[in-house]
């Protein structure tokens, strides 16, 4: 009887552990087959992953992009990548909207369907010097033709002098806008209205316009300035109280300059506001009896006195020419103000003092950065002030220097 429970045990004990063994082969069969079908569903996704719409690249080389190109035809579509070229969501820029466009190519591509370029915008800078072009992306090479920015540029046999007018018109640049990828301001004319510049070549622009290459007497290179009368004055630096001033046998001429230090150091986006103003006191005696004020614009303002009372004052033009002037008694007790009614240009106020006060006169320019002033005391002594707008963009005089 026992011998029988045991065989019965046994046998059990011996379904038990086939049953297990066919289990774990199951479990591990299914894990293989599982283990296939991923790697086949791996296999497939990359053969059917979408090949690049201007088939296989067999070259990328660097271009110069102040190499200048312009869209070819209407229908010039940007892409913002090779991926998405040809695709209607890759569409990062088209026709209408780069109109009148100045291009430049950063890299050329060499595709099984043609040749691409990848494509930046002709930027101004600003006073940014150290950004970049505008990317606009990747576009067929069949859509872009060359374009000459410069129509011609020659140099002088000769130096041909120029003293500033209006320091704040035109700046100096490393190149005119829209002639390179990415044009901006290397130098300010605040600081360089009471130098000899010289010009050593020039250019025409594409849409006419003439720049010429600066440069001081000692060789220092500025770099390119719109030529307009109303920024330069063809000819030798002519000082400005010995033009306008005419001092007499019998008087002395007085001149002071603002210091660096007071301006503030800082250039403006429409303003000179790192110009040092300067004042000319021409005495006769122990009266003062004419007074010339170069103020923030590096525009002069002449006031006449006669017994310590003013009688006339002239505002003067950028080229030194007669603007506009007043001999009413009433504005010459109080202030004077001459101005643009129509330009977006400084304007420079004359306030005057009652005989009993220290201060003779005060004359005030008053621009969109800020405002700068020059008072001039009875015993002849001077004192300038500028003052920056703090809401206002400035930028350090010494990047610009």
């Given at each position: 009887?026992?011998?029988?429970?045991?065989?019965?045990?046994?046998?059990?004990?011996?379904?038990?552990?086939?049953?297990?063994?066919?289990?774990?082969?199951?479990?591990?069969?299914?894990?293989?087959?599982?283990?296939?079908?991923?790697?086949?569903?791996?296999?497939?996704?990359?053969?059917?992953?979408?090949?690049?719409?201007?088939?296989?690249?067999?070259?990328t080389?660097?271009?110069d992009?102040?190499?200048?190109?312009?869209?070819?035809?209407?229908?010039?579509?940007?892409?913002?990548?090779?991926?998405?070229?040809?695709?209607?969501?890759?569409?990062?820029?088209?026709?209408?909207?780069?109109?009148?466009?100045?291009?430049?190519?950063?890299?050329?591509?060499?595709?099984?369907?043609?040749?691409?370029?990848?494509?930046?915008?002709?930027?101004?800078?600003?006073?940014?010097?150290?950004?970049?072009?505008?990317?606009?992306?990747?576009?067929?090479?069949?859509?872009l033709?060359?374009?000459?920015?410069?129509?011609?540029?020659?140099?002088?046999?000769?130096?041909?002098?120029?003293?500033?007018?209006?320091?704040?018109?035109?700046?100096i640049?490393?190149?005119?806008?829209?002639?390179?990828?990415?044009?901006?301001?290397?130098?300010?004319?605040?600081?360089?209205?009471?130098?000899?510049?010289?010009?050593?070549?020039?250019?025409?622009?594409?849409?006419?316009?003439?720049y010429?290459?600066?440069?001081t007497?000692?060789?220092?290179?500025?770099?390119?300035?719109?030529?307009?009368?109303?920024?330069?004055?063809?000819?030798?630096?002519?000082?400005?109280?010995?033009?306008?001033?005419?001092?007499?046998?019998?008087?002395?001429?007085l001149?002071?300059?603002?210091?660096?230090?007071?301006?503030?150091?800082?250039?403006?986006?429409?303003?000179?506001?790192?110009?040092?103003?300067?004042?000319?006191?021409?005495?006769?005696?122990?009266?003062?009896?004419?007074?010339?004020?170069?103020?923030?614009?590096?525009?002069?303002?002449?006031?006449?006195?006669?017994?310590?009372?003013?009688?006339?004052?002239?505002?003067?033009?950028?080229?030194?020419?007669?603007?506009?002037?007043?001999t009413?008694?009433?504005?010459?007790?109080?202030?004077?103000?001459?101005?643009h009614?129509?330009?977006?240009?400084?304007?420079?106020?004359?306030?005057?003092?009652?005989?009993q006060?220290?201060k003779?006169?005060?004359?005030?320019?008053d621009?969109?950065?800020?405002?700068?002033?020059?008072?001039?005391?009875?015993?002849?002594?001077?004192?300038f002030?500028?003052?920056?707008?703090?809401?206002?963009?400035?930028?350090?005089?010494?990047?610009?220097?």
């Amino acid at each position: 009887m026992r011998v029988k429970k045991w065989a019965l045990a046994v046998l059990i004990l011996s379904g038990f552990i086939v049953g297990c063994s066919s289990h774990d082969s199951e479990a591990t069969a299914e894990s293989s087959s599982k283990q296939s079908e991923a790697s086949k569903v791996s296999t497939s996704s990359k053969s059917e992953s979408k090949p690049l719409a201007i088939g296989q690249i067999y070259s990328t080389k660097k271009a110069d992009p102040n190499i200048a190109y312009k869209m070819a035809n209407k229908h010039v579509k940007f892409y913002r990548s090779l991926k998405e070229f040809g695709t209607g969501g890759g569409v990062y820029s088209y026709y209408q909207m780069e109109k009148g466009g100045i291009f430049g190519i950063t890299q050329v591509i060499t595709a099984t369907r043609g040749i691409y370029y990848h494509v930046v915008e002709y930027t101004s800078g600003g006073f940014n010097q150290k950004g970049h072009a505008d990317n606009l992306g990747y576009v067929k090479a069949s859509d872009l033709k060359r374009f000459s920015t410069i129509k011609s540029k020659w140099h002088y046999a000769r130096k041909r002098p120029y003293y500033v007018a209006n320091p704040n018109s035109h700046r100096i640049w490393n190149s005119p806008v829209s002639t390179v990828h990415y044009a901006h301001v290397t130098h300010v004319l605040d600081r360089l209205t009471t130098v000899q510049l010289y010009a050593t070549s020039e250019l025409i622009k594409y849409n006419g316009q003439h720049y010429v290459y600066l440069e001081t007497a000692n060789g220092r290179k500025l770099g390119w300035v719109r030529k307009s009368k109303k920024t330069l004055i063809a000819g030798k630096y002519r000082n400005v109280a010995r033009q306008l001033l005419k001092v007499k046998k019998g008087e002395r001429l007085l001149s002071q300059k603002q210091a660096k230090q007071s301006t503030g150091n800082r250039i403006g986006v429409n303003d000179s506001l790192s110009l040092q103003q300067r004042a000319y006191v021409v005495k006769k005696g122990k009266q003062i009896v004419r007074v010339l004020i170069v103020g923030m614009d590096n525009r002069p303002t002449k006031i006449t006195f006669s017994n310590g009372k003013a009688i006339k004052v002239v505002s003067y033009t950028y080229r030194r020419k007669a603007w506009k002037s007043t001999t009413n008694a009433k504005k010459l007790r109080t202030h004077f103000t001459a101005d643009h009614e129509y330009l977006s240009v400084d304007s420079a106020k004359t306030y005057f003092y009652a005989k009993q006060s220290k201060k003779l006169v005060r004359v005030e320019t008053d621009g969109y950065d800020g405002f700068a002033s020059v008072t001039v005391y009875r015993n002849g002594h001077v004192s300038f002030a500028t003052l920056i707008e703090k809401r206002v963009i400035t930028y350090p005089y010494d990047d610009f220097k």
